[in-house]
């Protein structure tokens, strides 16, 4: 059984910065690729980056260059560091265990104007 319990999110102001974790325990975290997924309200649950085992990474174009995905295998971690916030990147963030079913609970993420 695997489980990914993301850190809290919170509210954040444009042009700021906010770093999320996700904390994997029961999993093979260190031979997975790991990602973080946003879904925003009414809307789908779309992709933001992707980490392999080896540390390759990539990422959804609304946020390449502003965010950094990064893994600590001795730790069991993933984490999303956000810089440069727009108010449209206000969405509950999940991160996932990429090509299983397994997914946090989600973090809620809210950048104001």
């Known amino acids: 059984q695997v489980q990914l319990v993301e850190s809290v999110g919170g509210l954040v102001q444009a042009g700021g910065s906010l770093r999320l974790f996700c904390a994997a325990a029961?999993?093979?975290?260190?031979?997975?690729?790991m990602g973080w997924y946003r879904q925003a309200p009414g809307k789908q649950r779309d992709f933001v980056a992707r980490i392999t085992s080896g540390g390759r990474t990539n990422y959804a174009d609304s946020v390449k260059g502003r965010f950094t995905i990064s893994r600590d295998n001795a730790k069991n971690t993933l984490y999303l560091q956000m810089n440069s916030l727009k108010p449209e990147d206000t969405a509950v963030y999940y991160c996932?265990?990429?090509?299983?079913?397994?997914w946090g609970k989600g973090t809620l993420v809210t950048v104001s104007s």
């Open positions: 996932r265990q990429e090509g299983t079913a397994y």
């Open positions: 029961g999993s093979i975290f260190k031979i997975s690729a």
